[in-house]
């Protein structure tokens, strides 16, 4: 075979052969070596990432094996199968027993559901984190550092069809005369929450156990005999599934639900036999408010539609009503400014009917809501003005024009109220829940009127009387201290009357309605107010013309009370049964002395008439008895003989000039107000009340309508 040659040889003209090279023995050996070593250092990384993969891949499917069986099961429950009461599911614990499973098919399936799992569908591109990372971070980790993120347990519900009375009940008779809840809303998130189990959201299952608390109060048969020892389990359990999610939605701003639950709650543990955590709800809740820009008209027609800012002005009165309410009932100061409002008042006659009441006949319409912030305004006034500490600096002088002039502003509201709703007249026209909605608004009136014109003064008369064990309990259960109180001057005497008459009615009224425990924790303290009063009248005042009646309505409130005082947690309650119990026991000793002196009156003067008889007999001369050191006939006293009362009758402490300007006015207290009464100026600032500085006689116009 011809080879070719190199030029070299064929230049020194030498032959052309080739030499083979021996090769070296150990340096390839020793190549080899090295490159077998580096193949099994590579191999010992790669091998744990394998594995580490695999582990996770591995709890990955095990955990959604785990969600397709609870979406399955919950799914087949909504649509026919039985539901539990109202629970927590159990959160997935990522620790769990691995399920085998078929590589792809379940985890396809799976991914395949709308994506409304827990985790979303898996992408095949490297994400630029994974790409990022080198094979000695992936030996770092080890195969418990895999952390699959988990989320929320979403709670269940019971079934549609048990729920469904309970939520209809609520519309009809509570979310008519307070409107929480637009109910097409509701009903399109809760139609939601069965239809489709991936949308289902923390909030509005909170949403709807506030209204199943609500409505649960529907469903309650009111009686004339409240036994409170009986509690409803339902209940319970509602109010604290709605407490379990608050801390999420104290700060949710991208709806209302959040808002609309801690009202529910405001309104549920007002009416508790412990009311004091709606004290600091509803601050949260307004606060939540004003974040939300609700007191602005310009956010509500600027960015929403006029449905949607009617709905969030209605939300807004109703804190603004709960937030008064509560600041003159606790003695704490309100959290909303009236100058800081820029909304129009309810309208009186709304077109959708929202917040009105009807008599049971269908005659009478009137908007509960407009009234309850109507009222709720003035009772922010008589906080501002008697309670506040700035009040507590203000003269006697003053002081006394301001009580004037929010007795006549509360005088003017009681008479826009239709006359088929005032005392003595509501408890005959209205049904069942109109009714409830009534009694608690003219409640809250008379806690107004007290607190306004001093009843609890630590300088009343009626107090003087009392023990000083018991004006020392009066003196601990006043929840600001002894010293607001302590600076109110004492009811004149034609604003105990009035109080003693709006006490009365307010008890006849309570007792011939049926009520359930609600009603009753409602107005815990506006009956307890009432009573007192009735009897600190008993007791200055043995009147035996409506002794029968008094006593009637003395029976029912001590039954309530002492049924209330023994399943209350309040320590300043069981203090105060002490003050019943003591002005009870004079009043009953003073009653007795009076129908003894009565009955020895009547005997005396049957006496003197058969003597005088008998002397015209005798065609003599009768004598004329005048006694008046043993007896006076009086409009005071009803005849009874002064020496045989007790020393209980009323010594009023009038301020100086009181009186006198008292008979200047003419007697009329509601529509003339003294000349003091410059001395401030009720109206300044108001807000959408401005209209309420027309205090004249005429009837008041309470601002702009909706």
């Not at 990372?133 to 993120?149: G, R």
């Not at 949607?308 to 100061?333: A, N, V």
């Not at 009478?364 to 109507?374: C, G, I, K, M, S």
């Not at 000083?468 to 010293?483: C, E, F, Q, T």
Request: net charge negative.
């Amino acid at each position: 075979m011809l080879k070719p040659t190199c030029s070299n040889c064929q230049q020194y003209g030498a032959s052309c052969k080739t030499t083979a090279v021996r090769r070296r023995v150990g340096v390839a050996h020793a190549r080899k070596n090295s490159a077998s070593q580096a193949t099994a250092s590579q191999a010992i990384p790669e091998a744990n990432r394998i594995d580490s993969l695999e582990a996770r891949l591995a709890r990955i499917e095990g955990q959604l094996q785990q969600v397709i069986d609870a979406a399955s099961a919950a799914i087949s429950k909504a649509s026919g199968g039985q539901s539990t009461v109202a629970e927590h599911n159990p959160p997935v614990s990522i620790q769990s027993e691995h399920r085998d499973m078929s590589g792809g098919e379940e985890m396809d399936a799976w991914l395949q559901l709308d994506n409304g799992g827990f985790l979303p569908a898996v992408s095949t591109d490297p994400s630029p984190a994974s790409a990022l990372m080198t094979d000695d971070d992936i030996e770092y980790l080890d195969s418990s550092d895999w952390v699959v993120p988990e989320r929320p347990s979403i709670p269940k519900l019971p079934p549609l069809e048990q729920i469904q009375p309970i939520i209809e009940g609520y519309f009809r008779h509570i979310n008519s005369a307070i409107p929480l809840f637009s109910e097409s809303a509701f009903v399109r998130k809760l139609n939601e929450w069965y239809t489709f189990p991936s949308r289902r959201t923390r909030a509005v299952w909170a949403a709807v156990n506030i209204v199943l608390a609500l409505g649960s109060k529907v469903l309650t048969n009111p009686t004339l005999d409240v036994d409170f020892r009986v509690e409803d389990t339902n209940l319970s359990v509602y109010i604290n599934n709605a407490q379990s999610v608050l801390a999420e939605l104290v700060t949710r701003e991208e709806d209302l639900l959040g808002l609309q639950v801690m009202l529910g709650l405001v309104m549920l543990m007002r009416s508790s036999k412990d009311p004091r955590p709606a004290v600091v709800l509803v601050g949260a809740a307004l606060r939540l408010a004003h974040r939300l820009r609700f007191q602005s008209r310009y956010e509500l027609e600027t960015r929403y539609t006029p449905d949607e800012g009617l709905h969030r002005c209605r939300l807004f009165w109703i804190t603004y009503m709960l937030d008064k309410e509560i600041s003159l009932k606790h003695q704490t100061p309100s959290v909303q400014l009236d100058t800081d409002i820029d909304l129009d008042l309810p309208s009186p006659n709304p077109s959708d009917g929202a917040g009105d009441v009807y008599t049971a006949d269908g005659r009478v319409r009137f908007n509960y809501l407009r009234a309850r912030v109507q009222l709720a305004y003035i009772q922010g006034k008589v906080y501002d003005l008697l309670y506040s500490t700035r009040s507590q600096k203000v003269p006697p002088q003053e002081r006394r024009a301001r009580v004037v002039r929010l007795a006549t502003q509360l005088e003017k509201w009681r008479r826009t109220l239709p006359p088929e709703m005032q005392l003595g007249s509501v408890e005959r026209e209205l049904d069942r829940w109109p009714l409830a909605h009534m009694s608690n608004l003219l409640w809250s009136y008379q806690a107004c009127l007290i607190m306004t014109h001093g009843v609890w003064s630590h300088n009343a008369h009626w107090l003087k009387r009392v023990s000083d064990y018991s004006r020392i309990a009066i003196l601990d259960s006043n929840v600001d201290g002894p010293k607001s109180c302590n600076l109110q001057q004492p009811p004149l005497p034609v604003a105990w009357d009035c109080c003693l008459e709006i006490s009365r009615k307010c008890l006849a009224m309570a007792r011939v309605m049926p009520q359930s425990d609600w009603d009753v924790w409602s107005n815990t303290c506006a009956v307890f107010s009432a009573l007192v009063i009735l009897l600190a009248n008993m007791y200055e005042h043995p009147d035996l013309t409506v002794w029968e009646t008094d006593k009637k309505l003395v029976t029912y409130s001590l039954d309530v009370f002492h049924k209330i005082k023994n399943i209350s947690v309040l320590v300043p309650l069981h203090r105060l049964h002490v003050v019943v119990v003591e002005l009870n026991r004079g009043a009953q000793l003073a009653l007795e002395l009076a129908e003894r002196s009565r009955l020895e009156l009547a005997e005396e003067m049957r006496l003197a008439e058969t003597e005088n008889l008998k002397e015209n007999e005798t065609n003599e001369t009768p004598e004329v008895r005048s006694d008046e050191s043993s007896w006076t006939m009086t409009s005071g006293d009803n005849g009874l003989p002064v020496d045989a009362l007790p020393h209980v009758m009323m010594d009023w402490d009038l301020l100086a000039g009181a009186s006198a300007e008292w008979e200047r006015v003419g007697g009329n207290y509601f529509t003339n107000a003294p000349a003091t009464r410059e001395a401030f100026n009720f109206g300044e600032e108001m807000g959408p009340f401005v209209d309420w500085t027309n205090v004249e006689g005429q009837q008041p116009n309470f601002g702009s309508t909706m």
